[in-house]
């Protein structure tokens, strides 16, 4: 393949006369007008279509060299007004642009190759969005800001029910703008709103790229979250922040010993944050106790927590469905949590029926992990036959966009629950074949 740098209108050029074809014999072959064809052959401005350079690609056997050249136009054009301050913020730009695109006729290896160079591109534009986000805001901030709280505010309504790929989308796409908008205000009071919009945008990309299995880029996410929250010197995002780390760690495959140390520092850190915006740390802390096997420090820690409960403000309640807020029915999920772990199952069936019966007819994630949790109180008691019964009918239930990594995590741990006595029970092996199976639950054993 030659990359030389050459336009679209060059490759397209060259390709036709290698394969000695006029202009009206890719007419015909590709079924454009002809006077679109002798524009693709003069085109050097990044205006041409993917689907327009893949069938060309396939008509000349150009491999991907029309696809590539596509790539690079847009590229070479990409508008100078839209460049921003740093060159994180360029070449993310740049990268999300450009596109990957696999065309056809590419030879299956050859395919896999591109695939490969594709997924690594994107990695590296997500990253690159990530720096980006937090080298900008650490020294200036900008923007609409009422405008910015309101596009936050959607995306914590959004984030419970979206696709993880759709949600990864919509905020790189975001967090990317925000990076652009930061030049109007550097300091004061709205730089300081603004970084508190970058850090909960990077902690919803944290937990999204964690949904799709993408552990330790949401681990990246986590610390930038941070690091935004602090320099946004507000309580609430600091704690929520810290909060959500800590509960989402719990489902992300961290030592639990590690969670607790996390969770005690944090609560370190936020002394003298008023105790609403504590709940969900003080949850988190009280679930991972019971998840390590130190029930008594478990149950000990609920007290305080529910206490907290008690005092969430209105706004918070008020926005329940979004992730931001806070909804009556996710202490139920903490105290079913925190039961199901510690053995008390008849306080965890209370507490996943108050649950269940809160719960928006169309929220599905919720009800799934509650049910997961139920399914894993029958496995602990011994009956693997309910138990797996209970989970695989939940899980055949969601599509596979609504299986997110606690869900995942959930369903790992009935399988880890079951000895090895019962693998041959019926139910216990259409469940674990379903895991097995499914592109996104992979068995731990």
Not at 15 to 31: D, I, P
């Amino acid at each position: 393949m030659i990359n030389n740098g050459e336009t679209f209108g060059a490759t397209l050029r060259r390709l036709m006369t290698a394969r000695g074809l006029s202009l009206r014999e890719v007419e015909n072959q590709a079924k454009m007008a002809k006077s679109k064809i002798h524009r693709l052959m003069q085109c050097s401005d990044g205006s041409v279509r993917d689907e327009d350079a893949v069938t060309l690609d396939t008509i000349l056997g150009g491999g991907t060299e029309l696809a590539e050249a596509a790539r690079r136009d847009r590229l070479a054009t990409l508008s100078p007004g839209l460049r921003g301050p740093n060159r994180y913020t360029d070449l993310a730009l740049a990268a999300a642009h450009a596109g990957i695109i696999v065309p056809r006729g590419v030879s299956a290896m050859n395919r896999r190759e591109f695939i490969h160079t594709g997924a690594m591109a994107a990695a590296v534009s997500l990253e690159l969005a990530r720096h980006g986000l937090s080298e900008a805001l650490a020294a200036r901030s900008e923007a609409s800001v009422e405008e910015w709280h309101e596009i936050v505010r959607e995306h914590g309504f959004a984030y419970q029910s979206s696709a993880p790929h759709a949600m990864l989308e919509a905020l790189s796409i975001d967090i990317l703008a925000l990076q652009y908008a930061v030049e109007e205000h550097r300091s004061g009071a709205a730089a300081q709103d603004l970084r508190r919009c970058g850090a909960l945008l990077a902690a919803l990309m944290a937990m999204t790229v964690a949904n799709l299995g993408r552990l330790h880029e949401g681990r990246r996410w986590w610390r930038t979250a941070r690091s935004l929250a602090d320099r946004s010197q507000d309580p609430a995002a600091r704690a929520w922040v810290r909060g959500r780390e800590v509960v989402r760690s719990l489902y992300e495959q961290r030592p639990t010993g590690l969670i607790i140390a996390l969770a005690d520092a944090y609560l370190d850190e936020l002394q003298d944050a008023p105790a609403p915006t504590k709940v969900e740390l003080l949850g988190g802390r009280a679930q991972v106790l019971a998840l390590a096997g130190r029930a008594e420090e478990a149950k000990a820690q609920l007290p305080a927590f529910l206490e907290i409960c008690t005092s969430i403000p209105i706004n918070m309640m008020k926005d329940g469905e979004s992730v931001f807020g806070w909804s009556p029915d996710r202490q139920h999920f903490t105290e079913s949590y925190v039961y199901s772990h510690t053995g008390d199952y008849e306080c965890a069936s209370s507490a996943q029926d108050a649950a269940i019966s809160l719960y928006p007819p169309t929220y599905l994630r919720g009800p799934a992990q509650i049910e997961l949790q139920r399914a894993l109180c029958l496995q602990k008691i011994g009956d693997s036959r309910a138990a797996t019964t209970h989970a695989l009918s939940i899980l055949q239930s969601l599509s596979t966009t609504e299986q997110i990594q606690p869900i995942v995590d959930l369903a790992q741990k009935v399988d880890a629950a079951i000895p090895a006595d019962d693998y041959k029970i019926p139910e216990v092996t259409a469940y674990r074949d379903f895991l097995l199976s499914n592109q996104q639950i992979e068995t731990i054993k």
